[in-house]
């Protein structure tokens, strides 16, 4: 190479080295793309949204959770109020004592033992049963002195939310017959048979019980196809299930009030008194 080239060469520039480490780490980054910076405020917005709408949430959720606890507490209140831990007791003497006086004075009136016996007489042709008996107050005492009356829930059923349905009265012992006729009546009521009202209801449910108690086979469908056949209409089919049950029931229980409590001082079963 000739001198004046070699001299020019080592004139011209080189890339140049970093002198130290900071210098190093500099030139290693890439290099930052151009645009706009974002402005602090915005992002200050952004960041204040964000708290404001988890603010929210959480609030929506904690209100959520005490509605379904105040729910969940109320449940349990009403549960304990309706339904005790241990329901069933037997009446007491002076409890049967009232039930049986309101029958009697039922019992007194033409309509109410009339309509009694003939739907009695009437169910035992249905049944065949020639051990029934019509006489009502001595079918009651032989409940009392058999299984006894009783203060229970006597379910027959579930809301389409899976709550329970209880009925009035029960008399799942059989009938006077057999020895083991068993009364049940729903607590609910019999706690409250110091109420006028409520003590003439009882005493109904109680009648409604101990009629199918006085005889065998004497049950909703047997009453109510012999009422039909008292009253001179189509008798109905026997019930398939539940709800059929309770309609037979209350058919003739209807027929019950209607002859048994029209006459009644003070309860009318919403009809006018004579």
């Known amino acids: 190479m000739k001198a004046s080239a070699a001299k020019e060469k080592a004139s011209q520039p ?14 290693s980054r890439p ?12 992002t200050r917005v952004r960041g204040s949204r964000l708290f404001e709408a988890a ?6 959720e ?29 009446l007491t003497q002076a409890e049967i004592g009232s039930i049986r006086g309101e029958i009697g004075a039922m019992v007194k009136q ?8 003939g739907l009695l007489s009437a169910a035992a042709k249905e049944t065949g049963d020639t051990s029934y008996s019509a006489n009502i107050l001595d079918n009651f005492d032989k409940v009392a002195q058999q299984g006894g009356f009783h203060a229970k829930y006597y379910q027959v059923g579930t809301t389409p939310n899976g709550a329970p349905i209880f009925a009035a009265g029960g008399s799942p012992g059989g009938p006077v017959s057999g020895g ?9 009521n019999v706690a409250g048979m110091n109420r006028f009202n409520n003590m003439i209801y009882v005493a109904l449910t109680a009648l409604h019980e101990v009629m199918h108690a006085s005889g065998k086979g004497f049950n909703d469908s047997v009453l ?3 009422l039909a056949k008292m009253s001179g209409t189509d008798p109905p089919k026997p019930a398939q299930n539940m709800d059929e049950i309770l309609a037979r029931s209350g058919a003739w229980d209807k027929a019950l009030s209607d002859a048994c409590l029209i006459w009644r001082s003070g309860f009318d079963g919403g009809k006018k008194k004579p």
């Open 110 to 117: 033409d309509k109410c033992q009339n309509f009694i016996n």
């Open 14 to 27: 080189g890339p140049s080295r970093p002198r130290d480490c900071a210098s190093r780490m500099r030139a």
């Open 55 to 60: 603010f929210i949430l959480a609030i929506v």
């Open 180 to 188: 083991t006729a068993r009364v049940e009546l729903n607590p609910n």
């Open 31 to 42: 290099a930052r793309a151009t645009g706009p910076t974002p402005s602090y405020p915005k």
């Open 62 to 90: 904690l209100t959520r959770r005490l509605h379904q606890a105040c729910e969940q507490a109320y449940d349990q209140q009403a549960a304990d109020w309706l339904l005790p831990q241990n329901p069933e007791r037997p």
């Open 224 to 226: 109510a196809i012999a």
